[in-house]
């Protein structure tokens, strides 16, 4: 087939309804499926079944892992995993060819690395955040904040980041995070982040335990506050735990301070 046609035949695609994707993409461009025990893998038709079977075995692998480690309500439904290697779909979606997987609307998308040329050593992390990331939030949809989720699922993922501390932290509260993760929007910034909270993890893991850690998200999912999940996992007033968290951080870094307009008169010590 020649180009011309693929790529129209990727502009149909992106112009169906995003979230009817996984369904209709069958319909556009000639699928098969692959049944695990757990999901039904699409794939476009000329990929090898041998590379389908690899990213059938590592999905299992990495959800049965995470599952058996974190004992959260899981959705009844598994979600349907696109493996293809639909190359102009990622660069439109995604932005970035070099990452090969992307969770967005109830589907795990996968460009298959053995056919797109990426490593099987860097195509697990991204299958551990986004299977991590997708089950503790569907799992604990009752206020459970996006950083708590996000953080966990960088965590166990274990993607080998090119992290650096930063100079200073504009983080005062748990809260911070939210704030924070929303204004990030360039690599420098995303990275100071994720240093912050990975760091902040590190932190209530070594100090309670990785066990009680995974529980404050059932805490949360029991229609509790962010601060109730905490007392109630934890067995410390919210306040003390962010507070010995903030002594922590100023460890970590120059030092946690507020931004500039944002300093109150006096500030809590």
Known sequence: MKRKHLFKIFCIVLALPFCAWGQELSQVV????????????????????ENIRAVADDIELV????????????PKEIPTVLSASFVGLMRRISGRI??????????LYIVSWNDAGIARERMLPILRFAIAYSILDRGSVHGTPRWLTYGYALRYANIELPLTP???????????FTEEGQQSNNP?????????????LDFLINRYGEQKFISLFMAISSDKTLEEGFEKTFGEKYRDIEKAWRVYIDTQVGKSVPRKGDEPKHQEK
């Open 30 to 49: 000639p699928a098969d499926t692959f049944s695990t025990p757990h999901f039904r893998i699409m794939y476009e038709r000329g990929i090898s079944i």
């Open 63 to 74: 959800f049965g892992d995470f599952n058996a480690k974190v004992m959260l309500r899981l």
């Open 98 to 107: 070099e990452s090969p997987a992307f969770y967005s609307h109830d589907t």
């Open 166 to 176: 930063p100079p200073v932290a504009y983080m005062r509260s748990f809260d911070d």
């Open 188 to 200: 420098k910034e995303i990275g100071d982040y994720n240093y912050l909270l990975l760091k902040t």
